[in-house]
């Protein structure tokens, strides 16, 4: 077990020992309406950092996007909570990567 440093800062490694990490809530989707009149559609790849409480306290958009895409994928995914991720019965800081699709129906 140990730490490396991220775009947000220091974050634990996540071995194959590591347990919890359960999605609990999550906003529901929104797809800015000027977005979806403008038919903008994406798949955003989000990285996330979730502390040891299990919040999401950091997010940042991977890939290219228009960027009210990017806004709304982030606006989301920092609403997202966890069940503490726990390795060696410690909780831990982790690393999450997701992706919200974006697509005109």
């Not at 947000?8 to 020992?17: H, S």
């Not at 994928?73 to 690393?95: D, H, S, W």
């Amino acid at each position: 077990h140990g730490t490396y440093a991220c775009e947000f800062g220091m974050v634990d490694f996540v071995c194959g020992r590591c347990v919890g990490g359960k999605l609990i809530s999550q906003p529901e989707f929104c797809y800015p309406r000027v977005a979806k009149a403008a038919r903008l559609s994406a798949s955003v790849k989000m990285k996330i950092v979730v502390d040891r409480r299990g919040k999401v306290v950091w997010a940042q958009a991977q890939n290219d996007a228009h960027l009210l895409l990017k806004k709304a994928a982030t606006q989301m995914a920092l609403r997202r909570r966890y069940e503490p991720f726990v390795c060696n019965g410690r909780p831990i800081k982790a690393v999450v990567y997701l992706s919200y699709r974006f697509a005109v129906s």
